[in-house]
């Protein structure tokens, strides 16, 4: 008999080269004839496809290796990864669809009694066209204006008033009084203006919406693919794999060579080099064995280990940095957006005029219907839609803009931050550095001492046997991977030729060579590898650098030409940190600081009364890019920095920095320029409004020009030449 099929699972994976409609098909093909799939459904724009399978026949991992044999790099996104954002996207595009129907509807049977038709209507027909106008519009403003009537009863219910309670209000009172009107058969009926009025407004919020899920959406990618599976040791001996995010305390976990390392523990079994410069930012690895502790976020580098796990999820290294983090962020959650300081100001004055209107029309005597429509007619073109759209039109431009050239604004009100600092400080390995050592006397190294060393280190996982190799490649020296090599982990490299003799690439003490072998010249340079041909043969020091990203000097130049101090506060040495800074310019600068103390370094900063953008990468970053008033941090960062900071930078250069803080200054100015721009419609047309010269249509149509305005404003920062 067949087996039964297991209960459908489905996954969600992010695809890092998915790039084109190609990719997509291919993806489709590929999962589509795969064994256990039922459905397989890609998205090119977000970078993901949703499979669903059954986990009897086949697993994410299996999916993710599939994937991988074509040619693509995939990662699981956990659910609580998955953006949310999509069904609010989803949810206002619905709503927009039906008030863009509704509206083209209704204007239709509007232009047959508002055009000059009326006279040549029978009252019969002219009715019909009311009715049928308020059969189409009661169920639209009900349905497709909830998301501003919700926001309205949630701010009165707390005894505020928000930019959606003027909407609320126009909307009720234009659709309240349109019905009574067609019930009593007058001809001022408006739910033309209605209906068009929550058509506009819901293009700007569907507007700032997609900008939000979008940038959150590309920032989850960048953050899946670092994600991973771990490989647990069960009583039995056996090995299963799963989801790093299952491991739990009491776990043993193999960790193969260049493996990252998942929770907090220590080493039952072998011996290491670990590479924990995300969390300390020390760039130089550290030799682990038996009995010593070992953190999440960290990588095996040389051998493989077994960890007996202490803490895992919550209680890691990781969290407690986490929860710091999220201490710091308070302070920035506080920032109150421009728009929301505005509306507090707004709103009430809108409801006042409005009222005043309705009583002054009242008193000279033009009746409840003339007072009230024209009351209206004074809500609808005061209604905040040029306002509402004056920052999310520019923010955006603005963000499309970063995002072509390398940044992903992951906050709301990053931008707005980003205008405000006059201050950059910057960590340094893995931010204003490459984050990887590179071999700096090669040139003094002939080719044949190069090969040789590069023969033995392609045999290694370790940063600096990975720079020599690098190196050998780069000068166009032939690498030739030899066998019988022997790695002993925190020494280095071996292997025993044919002849007996014995070459080696690791340590001074690994390769025989006393302190008082080692010249001054060496110990200065920091040379921090040495090779060995043969016993008695002299050795060949190979020195290492952690070089600056080429273009951090320039980018620290330009920031300071702009006025813009700059510092590096770094978790790294201080010989190192001293190097750096002076190689980029940068005359602040603190080496071996924790995070705390990062943190402690921006409040002097911050009392001193400067706005500061903080750059960093690593796991001790984290607390200090929550807590500085802005934040970046590189795509190659750990994601508990890429979830702290503002936006993340791609790419090897720094100049995004630059780009991202010209375009946060200028996205400010022209933010204003539309706030001006609003504020000059509502001061033209409040009082044409309030004198009776205006209809509720016309003052929808008005209030919808000036949208157009504000938008066309802010597509002008998408080309604009912009200088620091």
């Known amino acids: 008999l067949a087996r039964p099929p297991g209960k459908p699972e489905n996954a969600v994976l992010a695809i890092e080269n998915m790039n084109c409609g190609g990719c997509m098909r291919k993806i489709e093909r590929v ?10 459904r890609a998205n090119l724009s977000a970078k993901r496809v949703t499979v669903a399978f059954d986990p009897q026949d086949t697993g994410t991992e299996t999916i993710i290796k599939t994937l991988a044999d074509a040619g693509f790099r995939a990662a699981d996104l956990a659910h609580n990864n998955i953006d949310d954002g999509n069904r609010a996207n989803q949810d206002l595009l619905r709503r927009l669809a039906v008030a863009g129907f509704a509206a083209a509807n209704i204007m239709l049977l509007s232009v047959s009694v508002w055009a000059g038709l009326a006279s040549d209507m029978d009252a019969e027909v002219q009715s019909l066209f009311h009715w ?20 309205a009863a949630t701010a009165l219910k707390a005894w505020r008033l928000n930019m959606d309670v003027p909407i609320s209000l126009a909307l009720t009172l234009a659709t309240g009084m349109s019905l009574v009107q067609t019930i009593r058969g007058s001809e001022q009926v408006y739910f033309d203006a209605s209906v068009s009025l929550v058509f506009f407004l819901l293009i700007g919020r569907y507007l700032d919406q997609s900008l939000r899920s979008r940038a ?18 069960a ?8 989801p790093a995010r299952a491991l739990g305390p009491g776990m043993r976990v193999l960790v193969a060579a260049g493996e990252r390392i998942f929770v907090d523990g220590r080493i039952v079994t072998g011996r290491t080099d670990i590479d924990e410069q995300l969390i300390t930012g020390e760039s130089a690895p550290r030799s682990a064995g ?4 070992v953190y999440a976020g960290t990588v095996c580098l040389t051998a493989p280990i077994e960890v007996e796990a202490t803490a895992a999820d919550k209680d890691t290294l ?17 920032y109150v957006r421009l728009a929301d300081r505005a509306a507090a100001f707004y709103a009430p004055v809108v409801h006042t005029l409005g009222l005043v209107t309705f009583f002054g029309w009242m008193w000279l005597g033009g009746g409840w219907e003339m007072a009230l429509t024209t009351a209206i007619s004074v809500l609808i073109i005061t209604c905040p839609c040029a306002l509402a759209l004056a920052v999310p039109a520019v923010q955006v431009a603005a963000t499309s803009r970063l995002f072509n050239r390398g940044v992903i604004m992951t906050a709301a009100d990053g931008l707005e931050r980003l205008a405000e600092i006059d201050t950059v400080v910057f960590d340094k390995t893995g931010t204003l550095t490459k984050g990887a050592p590179e071999l700096s006397n090669s040139a003094g190294i002939s080719e044949e001492i190069l090969a040789a060393a590069a023969a033995l280190a392609t045999n290694s996982r370790h940063p600096y046997a990975q720079a020599v190799v690098h190196a050998a490649q780069s000068r166009g020296v032939r690498v030739v991977p030899t066998e019988g090599v022997v790695e002993a982990p925190g020494a280095g490299l071996s292997r025993q030729a044919a002849s007996g003799d014995e070459e080696r690439l690791g340590s001074a003490e690994w390769c025989g060579i006393g302190p008082n072998s080692i010249s001054a010249d060496d110990t200065q340079a920091g040379a921090s590898l040495w090779y060995r041909p043969s016993r008695g043969s002299p050795a060949t020091a190979f020195q290492f650098v952690d070089a600056l990203r080429a273009d951090a000097a320039e980018t620290v130049a330009t920031l300071r030409s702009a006025g813009l101090g700059v510092l590096l506060v770094s978790g790294d ?5 001293k190097d750096a800074a002076l190689t980029a310019g940068i005359e602040d600068w603190f080496a071996g600081q924790r995070p705390d103390e990062k943190i402690a370094q921006l409040r002097k900063l911050e009392a001193a009364g400067r706005c500061v953008l903080m750059v960093g990468d690593g796991l001790n970053d984290a607390p200090a890019l929550a807590a500085a008033h802005a934040s970046l941090s590189p795509a190659s960062a750990v994601e508990v920095s890429q979830i702290a900071s503002d936006g993340i930078v791609q790419g090897q250069r720094l100049a995004p920095v630059i780009e991202a803080v010209a375009v946060g200054r200028r996205t400010r100015g022209m933010s204003l320029q539309n706030f001006a721009i609003a504020a000059a419609y509502n001061a033209i047309c409040i009082p044409l409004a309030m004198a009776g010269f205006v209809t509720p249509l016309i003052a929808a149509i008005a209030m919808s020009a000036s949208s157009i305005v504000v938008t066309a404003n802010a597509l002008r920062l998408t080309t604009a030449k912009l200088k620091l």
């Open 235 to 242: 009583n039995d001996g056996t090995c299963e794999r799963m």
């Open 573 to 577: 040495q201080e010989a190192a940190v």
């Open 132 to 151: 049928l106008s308020a059969l189409i519009a009661l169920p639209t403003v009900a349905y497709s204006g909830q998301p501003f009537f919700r926001s």
């Open 318 to 334: 990781l969290a407690d940095i986490t929860r710091l983090m999220e201490t710091a962020e308070q302070n920035k959650g506080r």
């Open 31 to 40: 999962l589509g004839t795969a064994p256990g799939i039922a459905s397989v």
């Open 216 to 233: 959150k959406g590309a920032a989850q990618n960048l953050i899946g693919m670092k994600s991973g599976w771990a490989t647990v040791v």
């Open 290 to 293: 038996d009995g010593d502790r």
